[in-house]
């Protein structure tokens, strides 16, 4: 059984950071791609970052300069910093990874999600 248990959301005022960690646990063999995904109700779920397992990362325009992802292979672990926070970035934030069980083939699994609240 893989988990994914993500951390660090909260009410923060524009121009503030936050910053959001994903912990995966279980019967892992080995993770591919880490991703955060966000939804904002009413609106449509946007892929904010991705990082693969060499670490090429990818952001959408809209955060592009502002968040930064990263990883900690060793913790099986992905990391979303965010800076100069708009009231536009609130929404649910997911963790979503490409992971590969110790039994098994690869599989997406996905994290509870964290609300990101950013007030004007």
């Known amino acids: 059984q893989v988990q994914l248990v993500e951390s660090g959301g909260g009410l923060v005022q524009s121009g503030g950071s936050l910053r959001l960690s994903c912990a995966a646990s279980?019967?892992?063999?080995?993770?591919?791609?880490m991703r955060w995904p966000r939804q904002a109700p009413g609106k449509q779920r946007e892929l904010v970052a991705d990082?693969?397992?060499?670490?090429?990362?990818n952001y959408a325009d809209s955060v592009m300069g502002r968040f930064i992802i990263s990883r900690d292979n060793f913790r099986n672990t992905v990391y979303l910093e965010m800076n100069n926070l708009k009231p536009e970035d609130t929404a649910v934030y997911y963790c979503?990874?490409?992971?590969?069980?110790?039994?098994?083939?690869?599989?997406?699994?996905w994290g509870q999600g964290t609300q990101v609240t950013v007030s004007s």
């Open positions: 279980g019967n892992i063999a080995m993770i591919y791609d």
């Open positions: 979503n990874n490409i992971i590969q069980p110790i039994f098994g083939t690869p599989e997406n699994y």
């Open positions: 990082i693969t397992r060499a670490e090429v990362t």
